[in-house]
């Protein structure tokens, strides 16, 4: 479904991706895990075109996206739920919620997103009228999972959802992660520093340092893999 | 046909009447240059300082048609007609600027508009006498009038009639447009491009719409201001107002409607009425500038994010009528 050959990135002079490969299968859960720094982030970003490749391919459904812009790229099918969260503090939940359908211009389409949204995250329901700001960190982040579920992806990029999140909330929304697999059949690629939630998760995973894939495997391999467990699992 | 015949006939202002139609009629210009400069640096949160520039823009297109078509064509229409050329001129001048500029951050943006505004005014000044007036200005004919001894009272009458309707219109417009699908995306660019853009918005685009709306409305704002005064110089479009329609959006609260039509009346009441003054008439005349600014400067001290706050009348309105309630049961 979506694959990267070769990919170069570059933040000004210093090269942050070194020949990334990697690829996703239709209805899989794949993460990428690796320390701070290591460009999980920066893999995320350039896929859904915050960033551009200065080399390689990145192909979404044998359709050449590597380059093109934000905007373009969700209406693809991509979805992005970003670092640090990013939602609109100022807007409603409700409204959060909204912008993320701001592609569906059939009414009661994007009404039937809003409804699945709900059922997923009932807390966004009761939540619906609060302002953005005023939620709790796991309520902003299933607000931002949300959202980009919103759009109706077909791939959905989750760029560490259990970051500075209470622990029962980040089982909570590891489930939902799956609920959205499974109910909805939206393939995931999912970027985590919780390395052994991650793995948990996920189908396969790969393992990133400095920018180049060290690693990969099935997700139960790598969980039991001595030298991941060492680097990453503690 | 005159408009005039509408008109309760011969209403006596005099010169107290008169005064107050002037600041009246002056309110409604800058409520239309504070709203629509609102719509850049409030709710889409850019950084315009050339809005004089599109002002300036409106009034000289305005101006320039009326004169080209005087006695082609009969007053009204050529009222209404040479309002709609200001609107395009100040609106392909705000798609020509914002285009390469909106790229630009904060201080960037400022500067560059800064620049634009302080280009168009020093251009007209230098045009040629026969196309736009240079230094000496442009004389614009009456048109949906015959402004005599007569009927000049109700030539003021109508044109603050208008200039209200104006406001009135547009502030309904940004409403509704705030409240649409297109003005939350803009709200949502302001506050997080990235996040925006993630979500299928089109950053650059949702900001020039913005930008090209507001200039349009200044250009409005400058057609009907040269209509009413008749002749209009290039001096009187100076960065002075830049800073005095930005005053009033700051003052309004930045995204707050009717916080903007207040401060406007507030600021040019303040100041028509510390100009009126007789020139003896001591500390209050010699000073009335440092009177101005310190007018503004409490008010920061005081109501730092605006009269009203983002909020609008209503909104205090009903926190007040709640408060007295409260107070009363309390009783």
């Given at each position: 479904?979506?694959?990267?050959?070769?990919?170069d990135v570059y933040y000004g002079n210093i090269k942050a991706l070194h020949g990334l490969s990697i690829k996703v299968d239709e209805g899989e859960i794949v993460t990428l895990i690796g320390s701070n720094g290591a460009g999980k982030t920066t893999t995320l970003r350039t896929i859904s075109g915050l960033m551009s490749p200065r080399a390689g391919r990145i192909t979404f459904q044998g359709r050449e996206i590597g380059g093109?812009?934000?905007?373009?790229i969700v209406a693809q099918g991509i979805a992005h739920s970003p670092e640090g969260r990013r939602i609109f503090t100022d807007l409603t939940v409700r409204e959060n919620l909204d912008m993320g359908a701001y592609l569906i211009h059939d009414k009661s389409a994007a009404k039937e997103r809003l409804e699945r949204v709900y059922t997923l995250f009932p807390r966004l329901k009761e939540r619906a009228s609060q302002s953005g700001g005023t939620l709790s960190g796991g309520e902003q982040q299933m607000l931002a999972i949300g959202r980009a579920m919103m759009s109706r992806p077909k791939l959905l990029l989750l760029d560490e959802p259990s970051l500075g999140i209470a622990p029962i909330l980040v089982q909570e929304i590891f489930r939902e992660i799956e609920q959205i697999r499974r109910e909805d059949g939206t393939t995931i690629l999912l970027v985590e520093q919780n390395a052994h939630m991650a793995l948990k998760l996920a189908d396969r995973g790969y393992v990133i340092e400095t920018g180049r894939i060290v690693h990969e495997d099935e997700a139960g391999a790598l969980l039991d893999d001595p030298k991941v467990r060492e680097a990453y699992l503690g | 046909m005159t408009l005039a015949s509408f008109l309760p006939l011969a209403i006596e202002l005099g010169p107290q009447g008169f005064w107050w139609m002037n600041v009246l009629f002056l309110v409604a210009i800058y409520s239309l240059l504070g709203l629509s400069l609102n719509l850049i640096n409030g709710y889409a949160r850019m950084f315009s300082l050339g809005h004089h520039g599109f002002w300036a823009m409106g009034a000289y297109g305005a101006a320039w048609f009326t004169i080209q078509f005087h006695g082609h064509m009969p007053g009204v229409p050529l009222f209404l007609m040479s309002c709609v050329f200001a609107m395009g001129v100040a609106a392909v001048g705000g798609l020509l600027i914002g285009l390469p500029c909106l790229r630009l951050r904060g201080d960037y943006l400022a500067i560059a508009t800064l620049g634009f505004g302080e280009i168009v005014r020093i251009a007209i000044q230098n045009s040629p006498r026969e196309a736009l007036g240079g230094s000496l200005g442009l004389e614009v004919p009456r048109v949906i009038m015959d402004v005599t001894r007569k009927t000049k009272a109700d030539f003021r009458v109508l044109m603050v009639a208008i200039g209200f309707v104006l406001v009135a219109l547009t502030a309904w417009a940004i409403r509704n447009y705030i409240r649409s699908a297109r003005g939350r995306a803009m709200l949502a660019v302001a506050q997080d491009e990235t996040a925006a853009g993630l979500l299928g918005i089109n950053p650059v685009r949702s900001?020039?719409?913005?930008?090209?709306?507001?200039?349009?409305?200044?250009?409005?704002?400058?057609?009907?201001?040269?209509?009413?005064?008749?002749?209009?110089?290039?001096?009187?479009?100076?960065f002075m107002e830049m800073v005095k329609i930005f005053l009033i959006v700051v003052l309004g609260g930045l995204g707050s409607i009717s916080g903007c039509v207040f401060a406007a009346f507030l600021l040019i009441f303040v100041e028509q009425w510390l100009a009126k003054l007789p020139a003896d008439a001591g500390f209050f005349k010699d000073w009335w500038q440092v009177e101005y600014a310190a007018i503004l400067v409490l008010l920061m001290i005081f109501r730092p994010r605006g009269i009203f706050g983002p909020r609008e009348i209503t909104d205090v309105w009903r926190d007040l009528k709640a408060k007295w309630a409260k107070k009363r049961s309390a009783a």
């Open positions: 479904m979506l694959v990267l050959e070769g990919v093109e812009r934000a905007e373009r | 900001k020039v719409l913005a930008f090209v709306a507001a200039s349009a409305v200044a250009g409005l704002a400058g057609a009907v201001y040269a209509h009413y005064q008749g002749i209009i110089t290039p001096l009187e479009f100076n």
